[in-house]
């Protein structure tokens, strides 16, 4: 055999086009799936959190929003206070803020907090879900927070 008839055929202009496209798109695919916990990894959350909460669940549902559960020793009254110092505002159910309501041994709603916080890379909304009643080992108050 002589040296010509070992040439490859030269690539079509338009098959090397197409196959850039393709990687194009492939990085692009992989970098939607790596961006975002990246970007949570180097900016950190954008809600703000009471001092000695514990996070003791992470959901996140195939439909619907993501959301993470904290417990405290704080009283729901003391966290919903914290949210509205961070510039949120509360709707507290039953009682007005301040008032002792009577304590009936079960787990009760306090509050629904939600706020906003804007940082340097981007804005962040939150909402809290507050409520207390639940055992020592449990909380005694446990929160929720979404996250958007």
């Known amino acids: ?3 010509a008839a070992r040439r490859l055929p030269p690539v079509p202009v338009w098959l090397a086009l197409l196959l850039m496209v393709a990687a194009v798109v492939a990085a692009a695919l992989i970098l939607m799936r790596v961006a975002e916990p990246l970007y949570g990894l180097v900016f950190g959350s954008g809600a703000p959190l009471p001092e000695g909460a514990v996070e003791i669940e992470r959901v996140t549902p195939e439909r619907g929003a993501a959301y993470r559960v904290f417990r405290t020793a704080q009283t729901g009254r003391e966290v919903a206070a914290f ?6 505002a509360c709707v507290y159910a039953g009682a007005v803020p301040g008032e002792g309501a009577a304590s009936t041994g079960r787990e009760r709603s306090v509050a629904r907090c939600s706020g ?3 940082s340097a890379a981007r804005g962040s909304g939150w909402e809290v879900y507050i409520a207390e009643g639940y055992s020592a080992q449990e909380g005694p108050t446990i929160f929720r927070l979404y996250e958007y």
Do not use: H, L, P, S
Not at 83 to 88: F, L, P, R, T, V
């Open 1 to 3: 055999m002589t040296r």
């Open 83 to 88: 949210y509205e110092e961070a510039g949120g």
């Open 116 to 118: 906003k916080q804007d």
